[in-house]
């Protein structure tokens, strides 16, 4: 048991796994809990630092208590794990962004291979319907812009931080499926958020669910604490942009996605399914 009201001797510690990408936008969403800057009570957590496409591998296994996972992947996901309504990542008009060594139309994509990072991101789902039937081949996120450099892709969908930093690598934009995805729907873009396993009981599903949303508005209100350890996860990114990126990501949205964060994450899942890129249509639950 993790509480018992009827004891006043102290409880024991339970742990709880809880996994992330090791970007920026994640480490300053959870400061406050990798640094204990606020209360969790009897609960520790372990912090399991993974790119995001293996995070999505895993949950497919229920590795995790707590896992980041892209919308796309809960599509495969939503028998095994409940999304929470906070530590939700959108885009207001940006998002994933598609580069090429030099200026190139999107009608010019035909034919062309791209550099993704990973089939169960969100990023790959919204290139298949920018793109249907586009030629790929997955590449760790952060090695996408070598891997065209190598001209093992003519393409690259970069997500993370090279969204800002792609122009210094002498890459041009081709298209931002974030700014597509708003001209197509009038909605922000899902991208990724936060999931709980389903076994865990409900009173600590809302605990869990409480302590993520103290950590990110304990990062909210103390922001340049939380940066200057966030930034530390920034690949080099000089401090403007990292500040920049953390604040496309971690804002209002990631406090509480609300009805809003579930009708895109909705329309998402339900356009993958009208495409037949998704094996059944899923309807979205948030909990916490």
């Known amino acids: 048991m993790l509480r018992n009201r009827n004891r006043s001797v102290s409880r024991p510690a339970a742990l709880i796994t809880l996994a992330h990408s090791p970007d920026a936008d994640d480490a300053f969403m959870f400061y406050a809990l990798a640094q204990r800057r606020i209360d969790t009570g009897e609960l520790r957590f372990e912090h399991v630092l993974a790119d995001i496409e293996t995070l999505n591998q895993q949950a497919l296994r229920a590795t995790y208590d707590v896992t980041a996972i892209s919308f796309h992947a ?24 598609l580069v ?14 791209v550099a993704i990072p990973g089939k169960l991101t969100s990023a790959y789902l919204l290139l298949e319907l920018f793109a ?14 070598q891997a065209i450099k190598d001209g093992k892709a003519a393409l690259g969908l970069l ?66 604490e ?35 964060g579930r009708a895109t994450i909705q329309e998402l899942l339900d356009r993958a399914y009208a495409a037949k890129l998704i094996p059944q249509r899923v309807s979205v639950e948030l909990v916490g």
């Open 74 to 97: 809960y599509a495969y996901l939503h028998d095994r794990y409940q999304l929470l309504r906070c530590g939700g990542s959108f885009g207001d008009g940006y998002g994933p962004l």
């Open 100 to 113: 090429a060594p030099a200026a190139l139309a999107p009608e010019q994509l035909r034919g062309k291979r």
């Open 132 to 145: 249907p039937g586009i030629d790929t081949v997955v590449v760790p996120f952060d090695r996408i812009p």
């Open 159 to 224: 997500i993370h931080e090279a969204q800002l930093s792609y122009a210094d690598l002498g890459l041009h934009a081709v298209a931002d499926l974030g700014a597509w995805w708003k001209q197509q729907t009038g909605l922000p873009v899902p991208l990724g958020g936060n999931a709980v396993r389903r076994e865990l009981p409900p009173a600590l599903v809302g605990r869990l669910a409480d302590l993520l949303r103290r950590s990110i508005r304990y990062a909210l209100d103390h922001r340049q």
């Open 226 to 260: 939380a940066l200057d350890y966030a930034l530390g996860f920034a690949r080099d990114l000089p401090r403007e942009l990292g500040e920049r990126f953390v604040g496309m990501y971690v804002n209002q949205w990631t406090l509480d996605c609300g009805d809003l």
